[in-house]
């Protein structure tokens, strides 16, 4: 396939096995797809859409913020939880070392 543009050997790529009919259809689709399609957008249409952009970017930066500051917290009650339960567990073991020791009969 020397010498053939790359898009006429997708082409060929694509329509190998349709009918001559079949491609006919299939080019004339593609040509009214690409009429209808407008080529570059105008300035006024791409107002709106940066207006969106940015108020998306806004509300991306407020979450991400929002985020964050909860993550910060959460390591915070997540440190404070651990640190009760460690406590739990050293008083249960102070209070299961009393009580076998009372069950053995000696005198603390």
């Known amino acids: 396939m020397l010498g053939i ?26 040509g009214e797809f690409r009429r209808d399609r407008p080529q570059d957008a ?23 913020e929002w985020i964050l500051t909860t993550d910060r917290q959460m390591t915070a009650l997540v440190e404070v939880m651990r640190l009760s339960h460690q406590k739990s567990e050293l008083l249960n073991q102070r209070l299961d070392a009393v009580i076998a020791a009372l069950k ?5």
Do not use: C, H, N, W
């Not at 053995?104 to 603390?108: D, F, I, Q």
């Open 42 to 64: 105008p300035e006024e249409a791409r107002e709106p859409i940066q207006a969106q952009v940015d108020r998306l970017t806004r509300r991306l930066a407020d979450l991400s």
């Open 5 to 30: 543009p790359m898009s006429q050997q997708k082409i060929d790529a694509f329509t190998a096995g349709l009918s001559e009919a079949e491609k006919d259809d299939l080019e004339k689709m593609i």
């Open 104 to 108: 053995k009969g000696r005198v603390l």
